[in-house]
């Protein structure tokens, strides 16, 4: 291990980097560093246009405003309308804006729908202020839904309409559903829509009344501000940023990929605020209560039974979704008494079922293709 | 090239692994007698077993852009692992226990701290004789409210004319 050794060993390893040098120059393998360094000079050029982009346009499909009511819009889409029941859209109320249906042309949902010749409509809750944490998923279950649906069926002329909640809108359309039975539904579509709140997983955890005082943090805040929703998801998976940033660095030589990132970073950082007392009711009746599959739920004095929905019903799970596991999702196949029901199971999480390259190719047309024979 | 890949990284972790060896053979072994103070001592195995191991590597495999693949794979899988990690943690009573204890003291100090900055912002206001926000607020539920006499007087007329239609046809 002497000095004369160690000078040996040097000479040795420049040899052996030459060798390597020259046994690395096939054909094959220049080309494909040739193809990692442009790559890199992409990533690079892309970092300074990320850094100093414009803030992409979301939400391009064309749409007429129908109905608003408060905060809340209904949007009918145009399209083509070869299917005669119009569709009705009810996304999540708070957390994020719907316009992560609406993306970017060529990756959006609400363009496949169109495109497929459904008449359209999103129900847009609005962002919420003070004055409005007096309103309960009651009054959005009783007051706003019945009437966006009568404004869809005024609109088009149908005599029925399908009812497709996403997220939270599909427990919100669920009781409306049930509920209602002189509004006329013809089929209802559930994506990734909690129904059992035994099996929520987490976040049913963590808003246990054993561990989380709802009336407490209502009363002292009057709402749940847009930060403490996002500390929320963003506590759900702690990592999530650490992989974004990781697959953007990654994917950064790639245009359209990073279009892409933009749109959907814009959405991901823009939270909305929940109504305090649509929270209470929220977590009270349904994480903690699990009232909605048991039953016990009564709106504007009528009691919401899911077991009353007895049109077509389709269910979509998502495998990795820990926002609404798939077992809580595929609860509403057992609790309706629809002759004609069918649950699909798909990859993808609660975001990318519904947005996203895989839920092009796994989602939207198994959707649309469900409701084109029942339309 | 994700064989030869694989091999590089088999390599890499053979040479770390007699580099160790090589390190506690040295500190394992006492010396005879006292030697010449040389400060690389300590370091040359390791450094003499690597350089040899890497040599041996670059001479017998081409290294490739698939590395970057490589490396990109184990930064997944680590993260995906430290994901895990914490959801099990985070998704024990412990912590839901702990995130209420914290939540409920975080709510215990804002209460307070809420309501004078309040009262001190509407005071404030008031002396500017500028509409405060509860104000504001309080305008905005009545409009609201005002909107749903509407809609209920709406829906009232549009009964009506539902039935006065219904009659007509029978």
Request: with cysteine; proline share 6%.
């Given at each position: 291990?002497?000095?004369?050794?160690?000078?040996?060993?040097?000479?040795?390893?420049?040899?052996?980097?030459?060798?390597?040098?020259?046994?690395?120059?096939?054909?094959?393998?220049?080309?494909?560093?040739?193809?990692?360094?442009?790559?890199?000079?992409?990533?690079?050029?892309?970092?300074?246009?990320?850094?100093?982009?414009?803030?992409?346009?979301?939400?391009?499909?064309?749409?007429?405003?129908?109905?608003?009511?408060?905060?809340?819009?209904?949007?009918?889409?145009?399209?083509?309308?070869?299917?005669?029941?119009?569709?009705?859209?009810?996304?999540?109320?708070?957390?994020?804006?719907?316009?992560?249906?609406?993306?970017?042309?060529?990756?959006?949902?609400?363009?496949?729908?169109?495109?497929?010749?459904?008449?359209?409509?999103?129900?847009?809750?609005?962002?919420?202020?003070?004055?409005?944490?007096?309103?309960?998923?009651?009054?959005?279950?009783?007051?706003?839904?019945?009437?966006?649906?009568?404004?869809?069926?005024?609109?088009?002329?149908?005599?029925?309409?399908?009812?497709?909640?996403?997220?939270?809108?599909?427990?919100?359309?669920?009781?409306?559903?049930?509920?209602?039975?002189?509004?006329?539904?013809?089929?209802?579509?559930?994506?990734?829509?909690?129904?059992?709140?035994?099996?929520?997983?987490m976040?049913g955890l963590w808003?246990d009344?054993k561990y989380f005082?709802?009336?407490?943090?209502?009363?002292?805040?009057?709402?749940?501000?847009?930060?403490?929703?996002?500390?929320?998801?963003?506590?759900?998976?702690?990592?999530?940023?650490?992989?974004?940033?990781?697959?953007?660095?990654?994917?950064?030589?790639?245009?359209?990929?990073?279009?892409?990132?933009?749109?959907?970073?814009?959405?991901?950082?823009?939270?909305?605020?929940?109504?305090?007392?649509?929270?209470?009711?929220?977590?009270?009746?349904?994480?903690?209560?699990?009232?909605?599959?048991?039953?016990?739920?009564?709106?504007?004095?009528?009691?919401?039974?899911?077991?009353?929905?007895?049109?077509?019903?389709?269910?979509?799970?998502?495998?990795?979704?820990?926002?609404?596991?798939?077992?809580?999702?595929?609860?509403?196949?057992?609790?309706?008494?629809?002759?004609?029901?069918?649950?699909?199971?798909?990859?993808?999480?609660?975001?990318?079922?519904?947005?996203?390259?895989?839920?092009?190719?796994?989602?939207?047309?198994?959707?649309?293709?469900?409701?084109?024979?029942?339309? | 090239?994700?064989?030869?890949?694989?091999?590089?990284?088999?390599?890499?972790?053979?040479?770390?692994?007699?580099?160790?060896?090589?390190?506690?053979?040295?500190?394992?072994?006492?010396?005879?007698?006292?030697?010449?103070?040389?400060?690389?001592?300590?370091?040359?195995?390791?450094?003499?077993?690597?350089?040899?191991?890497?040599?041996?590597?670059?001479?017998?495999?081409?290294?490739?852009?698939?590395?970057?693949?490589?490396?990109?794979?184990?930064?997944?899988?680590?993260?995906?692992?430290?994901?895990?990690?914490?959801?099990q943690a985070m998704g024990t009573e412990a912590f839901a226990q702990q995130m209420g204890h914290?939540?409920?003291?975080?709510?215990?100090?804002?209460?307070?701290?809420?309501?004078?900055?309040?009262?001190?912002?509407?005071?404030?206001?008031?002396?500017?004789?500028?509409?405060?926000?509860?104000?504001?607020?309080?305008?905005?539920?009545?409009?609201?409210?005002?909107?749903?006499?509407?809609?209920?007087?709406?829906?009232?007329?549009?009964?009506?004319?539902?039935?006065?239609?219904?009659?007509?046809?029978?």
């Amino acid at each position: 291990m002497g000095q004369e050794r160690f000078a040996d060993v040097v000479e040795r390893f420049t040899n052996g980097f030459a060798a390597a040098a020259a046994a690395a120059a096939s054909p094959e393998t220049i080309k494909q560093w040739q193809e990692e360094i442009d790559r890199n000079v992409r990533r690079l050029t892309n970092l300074g246009r990320l850094a100093t982009a414009a803030e992409p346009r979301t939400g391009q499909t064309p749409r007429e405003e129908v109905y608003k009511r408060n905060k809340s819009r209904l949007y009918r889409y145009e399209s083509s309308r070869r299917h005669r029941t119009p569709v009705l859209f009810v996304p999540n109320l708070g957390i994020s804006r719907p316009y992560i249906f609406d993306l970017l042309p060529g990756g959006s949902f609400i363009e496949h729908m169109t495109r497929e010749g459904f008449d359209f409509y999103l129900l847009d809750w609005g962002v919420f202020g003070p004055e409005d944490n007096g309103l309960t998923f009651e009054d959005c279950v009783v007051k706003i839904l019945p009437r966006m649906a009568r404004k869809v069926l005024e609109t088009s002329g149908a005599s029925e309409l399908t009812v497709l909640g996403y997220c939270m809108g599909a427990p919100l359309s669920a009781s409306f559903v049930a509920s209602h039975p002189e509004i006329p539904v013809r089929n209802f579509v559930n994506m990734a829509g909690p129904i059992d709140f035994s099996k929520i997983g987490m976040f049913g955890l963590w808003l246990d009344r054993k561990y989380f005082d709802v009336d407490r943090f209502v009363d002292t805040l009057g709402s749940v501000p847009a930060d403490l929703v996002k500390a929320g998801f963003k506590l759900l998976k702690p990592t999530m940023d650490i992989s974004t940033n990781l697959n953007l660095w990654w994917n950064l030589w790639n245009d359209k990929y990073v279009e892409g990132f933009t749109a959907l970073n814009k959405w991901a950082n823009e939270y909305v605020a929940f109504p305090g007392e649509f929270f209470r009711q929220w977590v009270r009746d349904f994480y903690q209560g699990n009232k909605l599959v048991r039953g016990e739920l009564v709106f504007g004095g009528r009691p919401v039974r899911l077991g009353e929905i007895r049109c077509p019903v389709f269910v979509v799970g998502a495998k990795e979704d820990y926002i609404a596991p798939p077992a809580c999702v595929h609860a509403l196949i057992d609790a309706v008494s629809s002759r004609e029901k069918d649950y699909v199971e798909l990859p993808g999480g609660h975001i990318s079922l519904i947005a996203g390259r895989g839920a092009a190719v796994h989602c939207w047309p198994k959707v649309s293709s469900w409701l084109a024979t029942r339309s | 090239m994700a064989e030869t890949t694989t091999e590089f990284f088999d390599m890499w972790r053979k040479q770390l692994e007699e580099s160790t060896q090589a390190w506690t053979r040295m500190v394992s072994q006492a010396p005879p007698a006292a030697p010449p103070p040389d400060p690389m001592a300590f370091w040359r195995p390791v450094l003499n077993q690597g350089l040899e191991q890497w040599a041996r590597m670059f001479a017998q495999t081409p290294i490739s852009p698939d590395l970057m693949g490589q490396w990109k794979q184990l930064l997944d899988q680590w993260i995906e692992a430290w994901s895990r990690v914490l959801g099990q943690a985070m998704g024990t009573e412990a912590f839901a226990q702990q995130m209420g204890h914290s939540l409920e003291s975080w709510l215990a100090a804002q209460a307070p701290l809420k309501k004078a900055g309040e009262q001190a912002l509407e005071q404030t206001l008031q002396g500017l004789n500028v509409a405060s926000r509860s104000q504001l607020t309080s305008v905005a539920k009545q409009i609201v409210e005002l909107e749903e006499r509407l809609e209920r007087m709406e829906d009232g007329i549009q009964a009506i004319l539902r039935r006065l239609e219904s009659r007509e046809r029978t």
